[in-house]
């Protein structure tokens, strides 16, 4: 079956979206990644308090995902 013009360019705009939603994905996970191994090194040298873990939002997002995921949700 072909597609007519219209079909093709609204197929790659959606393409295009969804790669688009990857790299901000990919770029998420990074962030998280970076505060997984920053976090607690900060605490064991004693320059943040455990307290500060627990208020960082992101910190949590990732422990909570990661989580769910050993839990096998």
Known sequence: MTR????RRHH???????AVVIALQAMEAKKH???AFV??????VGCVGIDAIIMVPAYRK???????????K
């Open 12 to 18: 790659m705009v959606r393409l295009k979206k969804s």
């Open 62 to 72: 990732f422990v909570q995902k990661h989580a769910m995921r050993i839990k096998g």
């Open 33 to 35: 990644q970076v505060f």
């Open 39 to 44: 976090l607690p090194v900060f605490v064991l």
């Open 4 to 7: 007519n013009r219209a079909e």
